[in-house]
């Protein structure tokens, strides 16, 4: 996948998965942080760069298109994929910091006791 460039941001697959869930625009503008229209433009967006149609709309409903279903199903994987790829670095960068706290942590104390043998004497 050398140079590969990808049309959409997991932002906008977050705008996907909450618009297949809540099966309304607005719900899932609200649920998102963003105004109706913010959504709708992004998701037109990902529609004309995949060159398919992910929800049939009315002013009515909204529903999945066979494509759209497919989509969200990758859409969640990838989510998923992310937020597990962030828990992992966050815990792994814990663990560094946390033995780097108790290596500066046992430094310190090695230091005190030199000095404190320097005023003991």
């Known amino acids: 996948m050398k140079n ?5 941001t997991f932002r906008e697959l ?7 869930e809540e099966l309304n625009f607005h719900k899932a503008a609200l649920r998102c ?5 913010t959504l709708s433009i992004q998701l037109k967006k990902c529609e004309a760069y995949l060159g398919v149609t992910l929800f ?5 409903s909204v529903a999945l298109t066979t494509e759209g279903v ?36 046992a ?3 090695l230091d005190l006791e030199d000095q404190s043998r320097v005023f003991l004497r």
Do not use: D, P
């Not at 977050?14 to 297949?20: K, M």
């Not at 942080?33 to 229209?37: A, G, L, R, T, Y």
């Not at 828990?87 to 780097?100: C, E, G, I, P, V």
């Open 4 to 8: 590969a460039s990808i049309g959409f």
């Open 14 to 20: 977050q705008y996907i998965v909450a618009v297949a």
């Open 33 to 37: 942080c963003v105004s109706q229209s």
């Open 56 to 60: 049939r709309r009315t002013h009515h």
């Open 70 to 105: 497919e989509v969200v199903a990758f859409a969640r994987v990838a989510l998923e994929a992310a937020l597990h790829i962030k828990t992992r670095t966050a815990q792994r960068t814990q663990s560094k910091n946390a033995a780097h706290v108790r290596f500066k942590l």
């Open 107 to 109: 430094r310190t104390v």
